[in-house]
């Protein structure tokens, strides 16, 4: 299967006399980048109209893609071809990834889907305070952590050892950012862009959790 457009991938969902047709065109946010909204709906496509799969199995595999269960490969795609797994991984590895992403706060999102450089032109476009400072994945995942856990209880807001007891929950379920927490020696020991192992401190934790909620309350 050949790869499409934006609009003719857009198109031919549409075309779909199918009741998930909504769900597929809607379950990205808006701000999500054209360039990933193309690939993600090729990938869709693909599982679709070349592998045969449908929404609900579709929605399974990405389920068990990010899940603790293990399972196998299919020997055969329900069109009857032979499993290819590294394209097939390739392929639900990065649905699950953009429909993650997609939850997340807008510049937080884009981090993750388009890096560092597209962020700070998201937030200089939406005029937002911190959009001229590079950021690491780890104020990424901290930002997001802090603002989420606002939303579930803006009345009192987390502190900072609730906020670090709920680093795994908004990570990347596959590829997470925090490797270990080191409560003896007080550190945290988290993967940057490049997979090269780094460390922070509980002090220097603190501060960003402070500054994302300066951020919060400005």
């Known amino acids: ?29 808006s701000w999500v980048p054209d360039t990933t909204k193309l690939r993600y709906f090729n990938c869709i496509l693909k599982m679709r109209n070349d592998w045969g799969y449908c929404e609900a199995e579709i929605n399974n595999w990405v389920g068990l893609f990010v899940g603790d269960s293990k399972w196998d490969y299919p020997a055969l795609y329900p069109c009857g071809r032979v499993m290819e797994p590294d394209y097939f991984t390739e392929t639900v590895g990065f649905v699950a990834h953009v429909r993650w992403a997609s939850n997340m706060m807008p510049e937080n999102g884009i981090y993750q889907l388009a890096g560092d450089y597209a962020r700070r032109g998201y937030m200089q476009a939406k005029n937002l305070t911190g959009s001229g400072a590079k950021v690491s994945k780890l104020t990424i995942l901290v930002s997001e952590c802090v603002h989420r856990l606002y939303k579930l209880n803006a009345n009192n807001p987390a502190n900072w050892r609730t906020v670090l007891n709920n680093l795994d929950t908004y990570d990347h379920p596959v590829n ?18 490049k997979g090269k192992a780094r460390t922070t401190s509980f002090g220097q934790f603190r501060n960003l959790i402070t500054q994302e909620k300066k951020r919060i309350n400005s």
């Open 1 to 29: 299967m050949n790869e499409l457009t934006l609009d003719e991938a857009a198109r031919m969902i549409l075309r779909q006399e199918q009741q998930d047709v909504a769900i597929v065109m809607g379950e990205l946010s």
């Open 176 to 193: 997470p950012t925090v490797e270990d927490i080191d409560h003896e020696d007080e550190l945290i020991i988290w993967a940057d862009g």
